[in-house]
């Protein structure tokens, strides 16, 4: 059940810092008992510094958004449009490059109001459809995408640290 006291809000730049925790807590539980420490390491490192989390809340479309529960952040979003998705697309599509969910609060109907907001904000965009990469061993959650309306249509490489993990390319189409 959606819990009523959630709110979703755009991330500015002021908050970079509480995106950081939120980005390293939510990829630590989602992914470090699959992978070797270096490799966690290296990617954290790499992708979820405030250098670069700054950067990508700077990058012209590209936009995070907070999910909150009581005021409490419990998860995320990253939305891509244009030159800022990470694989050549459409351009009239979005990407959604990060979708997070604390594991305290999986399996409770919240994921869904991240996903919401992102189908709302390509549906306000008018784009064609929205597309993400999800990891081939991520059974839960190619199991929510495919539940909710999503359908493999590639693949890609995606590089964890030094390890190349092949990720399953998903898209919905809005039209």
């Known amino acids: 059940m959606i819990d009523q006291r959630s709110e979703i809000s755009k991330v500015s730049i002021q908050e970079v810092e509480l995106l950081r925790i ?3 807590q939510t990829f630590t539980e989602t992914f470090a ?6 490799d966690m390491r290296k990617y954290v490192s790499e992708n979820l510094s405030i250098e670069q989390l ?8 590209s936009s995070f958004y907070f999910l909150k529960l009581i ?4 998860g995320y979003l990253k939305l891509n449009r244009g030159s800022a998705q990470t694989e050549s697309q459409n351009k ?7 979708i997070y969910i604390s594991q305290e609060f999986h399996s409770k109907g919240l994921g869904i109001l991240l996903l919401n907001q992102a189908i709302k ?3 306000e965009q008018h784009v064609n459809y929205i597309w993400l990469g999800v990891w081939e061993e991520n059974f839960k959650a190619i199991s929510f995408y495919k539940k909710n309306g999503f359908e ?3 693949t890609h490489i995606f590089k964890l640290g030094e ?3 092949t990720d399953i390319l998903m898209k919905m189409n809005l039209n």
Do not use: V
């Open 22 to 24: 939120i980005s390293l």
């Open 33 to 38: 008992h699959q992978n070797t420490e270096n």
């Open 54 to 61: 700054s950067k990508e809340l700077n990058t012209e479309g």
């Open 71 to 74: 005021n409490q952040i419990i």
């Open 92 to 98: 009239n599509s979005i990407e959604i490059e990060r």
């Open 121 to 123: 904000i390509a549906k």
């Open 152 to 154: 493999q249509f590639n």
């Open 163 to 165: 390890d190349e993990q």
